[in-house]
């Protein structure tokens, strides 16, 4: 079975500071897929990155940075120079080439203070 | 644009009462899911679909049902609301495993 955990239930840091969100994961599976979400206090949810089990380069995007590590089944998140607007829960999610359905994290609120 | 939408955005129902819920998507995608989002438990899924007449169970199905009759639409039936099932339901659309899910805004229901 597949399991996400995000260990870190909320995080609270000061505006600009650098924020890691922590993901790992648990698969059986060769080939697999992992996202991030982010969920504003508005409550949509809004895609942030997706990545294949074959592709272990980082990547960056602006502000936003993703470490992915099969050594550790880990795919962390890091928010550089945080703002306000960054505050919000974000989900580490994993999917897998037989059931195409997604298998979340429980989610770390993040709170970013001015 | 091509979208995900999600009727009614919230709902008010009591114990024992049939509700469904409603979710299309104009991405003409094969792939649609249904989740359910509690606190602490992040999303589970309740049901998926691959295409038109197929329906599968994810880990939270029972008490709930859907049909698939068209790509656009998979509506989610609560047969017999119950208290736990007030929660917040989220839609989801993907073209291939290998496309990103895309969500709905959500519909948010309060059982009583």
């Known amino acids: 079975a597949q399991k996400v955990t995000q260990a870190q239930t909320e995080i609270s840091v000061v505006e600009k500071e650098d924020v890691t969100l922590d993901c790992v994961y648990e698969t059986r599976d060769t080939t697999y897929y992992l996202f991030w979400y982010k969920q504003p206090p508005s409550g949509e949810l809004v895609f942030l990155i997706r990545?294949?089990?074959?592709?272990?380069q980082n990547e960056i995007s602006g502000r936003y940075s993703w470490n992915f590590q099969k050594s550790t089944s880990s795919f962390n998140f890091t928010i550089t120079a945080s703002q306000v607007v960054d505050s919000a829960v974000y989900f580490c999610a994993l999917t897998d080439t037989g059931r195409r359905a997604l298998t979340f994290g429980s989610g770390t609120r993040l709170q970013v203070q001015p | 644009d091509a979208e995900i939408t999600q009727s009614p955005r919230h709902k008010i129902t009591e114990t024992g009462r049939q509700v469904t819920l409603a979710c299309h998507q104009t991405w003409n995608h094969n792939n649609m899911f249904w989740y359910r989002q509690d606190l602490g438990h992040g999303l589970r899924l309740i049901h998926y679909?691959?295409?038109?007449?197929?329906?599968n169970k994810g880990e939270v199905s029972d008490g709930y049902s859907v049909s698939r009759s068209n790509t656009e639409d998979l509506p989610l039936t609560l047969e017999s609301a119950a208290s736990s099932q007030t929660s917040v339901y989220f839609c989801?659309?993907?073209?291939?495993?290998?496309?990103?899910?895309?969500f709905g805004p959500g519909t948010r229901l309060l059982v009583l």
């Open positions: 679909s691959y295409g038109v007449q197929d329906t």
């Open positions: 990545r294949n089990s074959f592709d272990e």
């Open positions: 989801a659309s993907s073209e291939t495993l290998q496309e990103t899910q895309y």
